[in-house]
């Protein structure tokens, strides 16, 4: 006798796979930044250890700051899809920015500021779902 299986297979709908790819792809982002950065700024922009770690620092301080103004903003307003896109479109302008820049101020400053908005897109996204 031959069993049949009762569970009906659905295809993902849109929604869902591009929520997986976004967040499978701004994690991958981040996975392969943050340990190449530090060989970066000391080779490429050719700073000592102090000033990277003093860039590490500043990293941390102003993305606490973004992520909670960011979170702030998303509950105040309620919609996240438009948030979830800018934090995208910014987080690919710093990862620009860095390629193409080698000034460690401007790094520092417009760099650390745009791929702060970047990193909170994923958080957004599951706030969202």
Do not use: H, W
């Not at 000033?51 to 979170?71: H, N, P």
């Amino acid at each position: 006798m031959r069993m049949y299986s009762t569970a009906l297979r659905r295809l993902p709908d849109l929604t869902s796979t591009s929520f997986l790819i976004v967040a499978f792809l701004t994690g991958i982002a981040g996975a392969l930044q943050t340990p190449t950065l530090s060989l970066f700024l000391s080779t490429e922009v050719v700073k000592s250890p102090f000033m990277v770690g003093l860039f590490y620092t500043g990293s941390a301080i102003i993305g606490i700051i973004v992520s909670q103004f960011l979170a702030a903003r998303s509950d105040r307003s309620g919609d996240r899809k438009k948030l979830i896109l800018l934090c995208c479109i910014l987080g690919a302008a710093g990862c620009l920015l860095f390629a193409y820049n080698r000034n460690y101020y401007l790094l520092l400053i417009v760099g650390v500021m745009l791929t702060s908005f970047g990193s909170t897109a994923n958080p957004q996204m599951f706030a969202l779902a």
